[in-house]
Nanobody, 127 residues
Framework: QVQLVESGGGLVQAGGSLRLSCAAS????????MGWFRQAPGKEREFVAT????????YYAGSVKGRFTVSRDNAKNTVYLQMNSLKPEDTAVYYC????????????????????WGQGTQVTVSS
């Protein structure tokens, strides 16, 4: 069974930075594309960023591009989300997710493509 555990969330002032981590266990981490999604109160879950299984391809939502960076360390079974220049509208619960298919040809921003999800970590940005 796959387990994904996020950490690194918290309260930060606008303009600040946070680094989220997602530790994975249960199957060959290095074989799977990973994604980050978020859900704000009263809103639907939305895509944030994704990184291919090899780490060579990344893709970002337009709202975070240039501010957030996704990376992975396959030796540590961990994916990261570095968040800079945070804005109040970035406030949400952030989830990491693992793609359903190994060695997927690219990245995906569709939540339906991800079969395993973490429990989420709260990020709150104050103005």
């Amino acid at each position: 069974q796959v387990q994904l555990v996020e950490s690194g969330g918290g309260l930060v002032q606008a303009g600040g930075s946070l680094r989220l981590s997602c530790a994975a266990s249960g199957r060959a981490f290095g074989s799977y594309t990973m994604g980050w999604f978020r859900q704000a109160p009263g809103k639907e879950r939305e895509f944030v960023a994704t990184i291919s299984w090899s780490g060579t391809t990344t893709y970002y939502a337009g709202s975070v591009k240039g501010r957030f960076t996704v990376s992975r360390d396959n030796a540590k079974n961990t994916v990261y989300l570095q968040m800079n220049s945070l804005k109040p509208e970035d406030t949400a619960v952030y989830y990491c997710a693992q793609h359903s298919r190994p060695y997927y040809r690219d990245t995906s921003y569709f939540a339906r493509d991800y079969g395993f999800w973490g429990q989420g970590t709260q990020v709150t940005v104050s103005s």
